[in-house]
C-alpha cells in the first residue's frame, strides 16, 4: 500500500534532514541567508516541522496543532538541539497519521482546499513529501556552502 512507501520516504527524508542540521559545524550558520539565498536553514527546518504537523498532524491526524506559519520565517537562533527534537517530533507524528490511513482515506478528497482545485489525500501526501525533499537539498547545499566558509 501507499503508505508503507510514504512511511519509508518520509522517515528516510526526515533523518537525513536530522542528519544535515546535526552537521552544521557552528549553530549561527543555519541561521544565516546571505544575499542570494531566501531562507536560513534552521528557518527551512521550521518550516518543514510546522509544514508536516500542520498538513499530516492536524488536518489528517487531529493532533490539534495550530501553525503559526510566520515564525516559520521569522524566528532565529533557535539551538540546534531544538531543532532535531522538532524533527524527531515530527516524524513521529507523521508516521502515526500514515499508519492509520486506509486505501479509502486515501483516495478520499483531503480535507482542505490547499490549491485552486479540490485534491486527493493520496495526491497530496505525494506533494508534502516532494517539498520536504526539495527543502532538505536546499538545506544540504547551504549547509555545504556557508558552513564551509563561516566560522
Keep these: 500500500m501507499l503508505t508503507e512507501t510514504l512511511i519509508k520516504l518520509f522517515t528516510r527524508d ?3 534532514l536530522i542528519v544535515e542540521i546535526d552537521s552544521y559545524t557552528t549553530e549561527n550558520t543555519l541561521w544565516l541567508a546571505p544575499e542570494g539565498i531566501s531562507n536560513s536553514a534552521g528557518n527551512l527546518t521550521l518550516h518543514l516541522v510546522g509544514n508536516l504537523n500542520h498538513f499530516i498532524g492536524a488536518a489528517l491526524g487531529n ?3 495550530v501553525r503559526q506559519r510566520e515564525l516559520e520565517f521569522s524566528l532565529k537562533d533557535v539551538p540546534k538541539a531544538e531543532l532535531i527534537q522538532q524533527l524527531e ?3 513521529t507524528v507523521v508516521i502515526s497519521v ?3 490511513l486506509t486505501e479509502a482515506d ?3 478528497e483531503y480535507p482542505h482546499r490547499v490549491f485552486k482545485e479540490p485534491l486527493t489525500t ?3 501526501l505525494m506533494h508534502l513529501s516532494t517539498h520536504l ?3 532538505l537539498g536546499q538545506i544540504n547545499y547551504h549547509r555545504r556552502l556557508l558552513d564551509t566558509f563561516v566560522d
Design 122 to 124: 493520496e495526491f497530496f
Design 98 to 100: 500514515l499508519k492509520t
Design 133 to 135: 525533499t526539495y527543502h
Design 63 to 65: 493532533s490539534g496543532y
Design 106 to 108: 486515501l483516495q478520499n
Design 14 to 16: 526526515l533523518n537525513a
Design 89 to 91: 517530533a515530527s516524524k
